[in-house]
């Protein structure tokens, strides 16, 4: 007995087409989590209620990877597939390649989750199903060859640091106004002075005025500066 959970699954990501290129087919993943006491299922998939109507669920009943396909299963090489090959062609060997390897990392109880997990290679120590990882050397010394490779290439550099230019210095005009730099080009900008106005009551109305030129405003529901009234010419209200 295994020590993962042999629920043979699959799911929307492994889909693969027949040979016309049309009609799909899936690829064959598994659980894989640990199992109690040599069980072939985990305490999960014990407790999931079996149907045979939704492929890419994991109540769906595709057997265990290590028993034949159910007929019910669209996974390859069951019988369902076997039938529709004569209808819809024989997939490209590409196709049949991936999903023998898909196949081969199922039953050594690693999960596929998409076609990208069946083109990585299988783990040495993921199982003793997989023949060709446990006749692989271990050891870990380098060949002359990988030696030689290793001495040709050339050391890592370390990026290059491009100085950045020194900033020019900003030229001070006089106080009576501000620049703004362009290039070599100073534009003189006037030096906005603020209004200073007192509050006067015209006619017994309240009004903000202006010291300087006698301009009147009005006084907004806040309290603050509204629009121009007129000029203020004595008592007598000039208007704007």
Aim: proline share 7%.
């Amino acid at each position: 007995m295994t020590s993962w959970c042999q629920k043979r699954i699959t799911n929307a990501g492994l889909r693969v087409q027949f040979g016309n290129e049309t009609q799909l087919f899936f690829l064959e993943s598994v659980c894989g989590k640990p199992v109690e006491d040599n069980e072939p299922l985990c305490t999960y998939c014990r407790t999931l209620a079996p149907q045979t109507r939704v492929q890419v669920t994991m109540t769906f009943q595709h057997g265990l990877v290590t028993e034949p396909y159910t007929k019910e299963s669209h996974i390859f090489d069951s019988p369902w597939y076997h039938e529709k090959v004569k209808a819809y062609g024989a997939p490209p060997q590409s196709i049949l390649d991936l999903a023998m390897e898909a196949q081969r990392r199922a039953r050594a109880g690693i999960k596929n989750n998409s076609l990208a997990d069946c083109l990585l290679p299988l783990s040495k120590s993921s199982s003793s199903l997989c023949t060709d990882a446990t006749n692989d050397s271990t050891d870990t010394k380098s060949s002359p060859k990988q030696a030689s490779r290793k001495k040709s290439q050339k050391p890592n550099q370390s990026p290059t640091i491009q100085e950045l230019p020194t900033p020019k210095p900003i030229r001070v005009l006089p106080s009576s106004c501000t620049c703004i730099e362009s290039t070599d080009t100073m534009i003189p900008i006037k030096t906005i002075q603020r209004k200073t106005l007192k509050s006067i009551m015209v006619q017994s109305i309240r009004y903000w005025m202006d010291d300087e030129t006698n301009h009147l405003y009005s006084v907004s529901s806040t309290g603050k500066r509204g629009q121009l009234v007129g000029i203020l010419d004595d008592d007598t209200i000039i208007p704007a």
